[in-house]
């Protein structure tokens, strides 16, 4: 079983033209499924981490933040379809504020930035086999983003989904495309590998990398931290942020006790029955944000060293061939965070920042949110609270998952800015100029109802 479907695994990609560094990582992590491995971290083999740095206390010269910025690189993960939300292209497609989606902001804070510090800053954007001709056919409209002759993107791998039965790829007749699947935003090591961008960053000069979620608007560029990275000395570095009651899904880092080496802890690599560990606040205090910083010498030097393979833990995900189709094929996805690669750098650190660094698009909470009073868009791109505190959405799914019923029930957003919690149950469209003070709940009429214009909620 093992030798031919790993073999028929790489063919199949060697024939797709994925890159060497790629197929080398995903035999490793074929081996280690084969072998039984889960990437379960248990409770009693971490201490938590409890003391990060923290952003607020972090003190740089103005020169030292210019002169790291100015070595910066800035690089976004835009892989992914955003398929929960409705969506067939790129999610950064998705319209966020003032017509504009989360390609124009990041755009915006990108050339802000340049501006400001008079730094080149390159973007630059992983997109996937789905996500590359949508992005860059959009981004055509910015042709001040490039830098040099530095690509805006590259793109990341692809890999076979295995059959759950006997791990070959699987075999998917009606939409062949559904035999393959993206590998994880792990693969940004080997991707940027494979690609040669990070031979050519290096070569124009560039030592950092700051790497974050193309749908966290919160992760602008920022000098202080480049600063507070390039005095530190450590060749890797993780943003936190202080976890609340409500985040319970974000992965955490922790101290391994074997070694005292920081790991990373996500969801898939917790056991069902430590799971009230993993989501305690108080134990696990600091979440992880998916920013993340790296020394673009010290990431080629590891690479080197380890032939391609940085050997992250394996991320076992099951589901079916058709994620649309729960009676299709079973199958196995093999990935990885790449948020993991904190173990693989000794001297790795953490740094603790506001949440304002953190502003994730996942569903239409948060999206309305955004879309609110509750933030305000800037000239350059960023949105700033306008609240202490951001109020608590519940949209009933089964009228507003999906984006194109959402706008169409709520096509202009609501004020929130003094309210604590909204919870919709039902069909309700909100007319423009609502506002909602306080806890505020709609129960379910039974049908379609609306909220007319000028309406006041609650308190």
């Not at 693969?187 to 974050?212: N, Q, T």
Request: proline share 6%; hydrophobic share 40%; charged share 25%.
């Amino acid at each position: 079983m093992s030798a031919a479907g790993l073999e028929a695994a790489r063919q199949k990609m060697l024939d797709a033209g994925v890159s060497a560094p790629a197929i080398e990582v995903f035999s490793r992590f074929y081996e280690l499924l084969e072998s039984g491995a889960t990437g379960v971290i248990r409770e009693d083999t971490i201490e938590p981490l409890l003391d990060p740095p923290m952003l607020a206390d972090v003190d740089i010269t103005d020169a030292q933040a210019r002169e790291a910025i100015g070595k910066t690189v800035i690089i976004k993960l835009n892989g992914g379809l955003g398929t929960s939300m409705g969506l067939d292209k790129a999610k950064t497609l998705l319209k966020v504020r003032d017509g504009m989606n989360f390609l124009d902001l990041i755009a915006r804070q990108v050339l802000a930035a340049r501006e400001r510090y008079d730094a080149r800053l390159p973007l630059l954007l992983m997109n996937s086999f789905r996500t590359e001709g949508d992005t860059l056919e959009y981004l055509a409209k910015y042709p001040e983003l490039y830098v040099e002759d530095l690509p805006l993107s590259f793109v990341q791998s692809k890999e076979p989904k295995l059959r759950a039965d006997d791990l070959t790829p699987v075999e998917w007749a009606d939409d062949p495309t559904l035999e393959w699947c993206p590998p994880g935003h792990g693969d940004l090591y080997p991707a940027l590998e494979g690609s040669g961008v990070l031979d050519k960053l290096i070569e124009h000069g560039f030592r950092y990398a700051c790497v974050s979620n193309g749908d966290n608007l919160g992760a602008a560029p920022n000098a202080t931290i480049a600063g507070w990275f390039a005095q530190s000395g450590a060749p890797y570095a993780a943003e936190l942020c202080r976890r609340t009651i409500n985040d319970k899904k974000g992965g955490h880092l922790a101290i391994r006790k074997e070694d005292g080496q920081l790991i990373l802890r996500d969801t898939a690599q917790t056991a069902a029955e430590e799971m009230d560990y993993f989501t305690d606040e108080h134990r696990h205090p600091f979440f992880h944000t998916n920013n993340l910083w790296f020394d673009l010498v010290a990431l080629r030097a590891a690479l080197v060293e380890r032939n391609s393979v940085l050997g992250l833990p394996l991320i076992r995900n099951e589901k079916t061939v058709d994620p649309g189709d729960s009676s299709s094929t079973p199958v196995i996805q093999i990935e990885s965070a790449m948020g993991a690669a904190i173990e693989v750098f000794e001297g790795a650190t953490a740094i603790c920042v506001g949440r304002d660094r953190f502003l994730p698009v996942k569903t239409t909470n948060e999206l309305l949110l955004l879309r609110s009073d509750v933030y305000s868009l800037t000239a350059e791109g960023k949105l700033v609270a306008t609240t202490e505190s951001a109020p608590e959405i519940a949209l009933d799914s089964r009228y507003y998952k999906l984006v194109d019923e959402f706008s169409r029930r709520i096509p202009s957003a609501p004020s929130l800015r003094k309210a604590s919690s909204l919870k919709v149950t039902g069909d309700w469209t909100f007319e423009p100029s609502v506002v909602v003070t306080g806890d505020v709940e709609l129960l379910d009429e039974g049908g379609p109802a609306t909220i007319p214009v000028g309406t006041h909620l609650g308190d």
